[in-house]
């Protein structure tokens, strides 16, 4: 079965710290991988696609970096800030079903002052 | 356009009415996604549409839950005699094509079934 897993589920980090969010999925045979995030009540926002030929994507202090051999993507959030407190999910397009993106439950951040 | 529209933003329904929900794509998108989020749960997928090929409809619940999307345009999401577990945030989102691009997401249609 083709699954994404995310961990932590909740994490709480001061502002200004580093941090990792993971991301793990089932099979390495995939279109793209997508990071998101989702405020309280809200859609979700696109945050960065890999493709599946792509290692990493950069956009300012995000880095998601691919390793489709081991099914492991990671977000990197540089220097956090209370605006970064988020739901963070990973989505990702499984070859073979090519019409949805199989979701993660998500990391659920709070950057505190 | 800018974004994905979708309608209405909420919605209270009486057990065993039907609703409708409606969504706007991004103008060009050829392809469009319902997705369902129950409150504290993950993503569901529900059903996607690519040009005018034949929906795929497998995540769909049960018969209650049906989608139209004429060509590229507009599409909606009914569901018939609604019970109290389908009151979910009900999410559209669309892209260029089916594979290769980055997906947006609407607001979502925040279901409540009393």
Known sequence: KQEV????????????????????????????????????????????????????????????????????????????????????????????????????????????? | GAGVSQSPSNKVTEKGKDVELRCDPISGHTALYWYRQRLGQGLEFLIYFQGNSAPDKSGLPSDRFSAERTGESVSTLTIQRTQQEDSAVYLCASSFEVSGNTIYFGEGSWLTVV
């Open chain 1, 5 to 113: 897993t995310q961990i932590p589920a909740a994490l709480s980090v001061p502002e200004g710290e580093n941090l990792v969010l993971n991301c793990s999925f089932t099979d390495s045979a995939i279109y793209n991988l997508q990071w998101f995030r989702q405020d309280p009540g809200k859609g979700l926002t696109s945050l960065l696609l890999i493709q599946s030929s792509q290692r990493e994507q950069t956009s300012g202090r995000l880095n998601a970096s691919l390793d489709k051999s081991s099914g492991r993507s990671t977000l990197y959030i540089a220097a956090s800030q209370p605006g970064d407190s988020a739901t963070y999910l990973c989505a990702v397009k499984f070859a073979g079903t090519a019409s949805k993106l199989t979701f993660g439950t998500g990391t659920r951040l709070q950057v505190t002052l």
